[in-house]
């Protein structure tokens, strides 16, 4: 059973920049998972902030930004604002198949 | 604009089944790829199933050979007939759609069910 895994809380300072990663218990993640990255907040609907590894929704503030990192997938938040606390999930692709990850919650204090 | 309403969530007894339907405007379900995800109380969302402008349908392990997916392009609707219903399947369910790579890009505002006896 394929797990993808993600830190459960991370804490930055406003202002400041955090790496939230994705793995895959199958292995490295690669552009050919197709990582997509969402944000939720309570009551609402997850927002989908990024796709395709490192692109960026229209509607998505530029201080995000995805990537790969080593043999994980990547989400940076550079010059945090506090409306960026959240939960943050990321999307893997496996052969037609999607997974969300057990998802990151992000205090910013 | 992209919309997609979804209807159908109730309460239901375990063993039940339930139809989801999800209308969408602003774009063609057989020009996307129309996709359901649930979210229990207090959980993160879990993919539950897709089905791809090529006709191609994929279910997450947890719902495969009770739920169904499925288009109808004369009604722009996509469609999750659930079929044994358990406790567990009690979540919001949404709706959404997208393109190759982005396949969440919009999201309904979801239908809430409830397996209870």
């Known amino acids: 059973q394929t797990v993808v895994t993600q830190e459960p809380s991370l804490t930055v300072s406003p202002g400041g920049t955090v790496t939230l990663t994705c793995a895959s218990s199958t292995g490295a993640v690669t552009t050919d998972h197709h990582a997509n990255w969402f944000q939720q907040k309570p009551g609402q609907a997850p927002r989908p902030l990024i796709y395709s590894t490192n692109t960026l929704h229209s509607w998505t503030p530029a201080r995000f930004s995805g990537s790969i990192l080593g043999d994980k997938a990547a989400l940076t938040l550079s010059g945090v604002q506090p409306e960026d606390e959240a939960e943050y999930y990321c999307?893997?692709?496996?052969?037609?198949?999607?997974?969300f990850g057990g998802g990151t919650k992000l205090t910013v204090l | 604009e992209v919309q997609l309403v979804e209807s159908g969530g109730g309460l239901i007894q375990p063993g039940g089944s339930l139809r989801l339907s999800c209308a969408a405007s602003?774009?063609?379900?057989?020009?996307?790829?129309m996709s359901w995800v649930r979210q229990a109380p207090g959980r993160g969302p879990e993919w539950v199933a897709v089905?791809?402008?090529?006709?191609?349908?994929y279910y997450g392990d947890s719902v495969k050979g009770r739920f169904t997916i499925f288009k109808d392009s004369s009604k722009n609707t996509a469609s999750l007939q659930m079929n044994s219903l358990r406790a567990e399947d009690t979540a919001m369910y949404y709706c959404?759609?997208?393109?190759?790579?982005?396949?969440?890009?919009?999201w309904g505002r979801g239908t809430l069910v409830t397996v209870t006896s």
């Open positions: 089905i791809y402008t090529s006709g191609s349908i």
């Open positions: 602003g774009f063609t379900v057989t020009g996307s790829y």
């Open positions: 959404a759609s997208g393109q190759w790579g982005r396949p969440l890009e919009y």
């Open positions: 999307l893997l692709h496996y052969s037609g198949v999607w997974m």
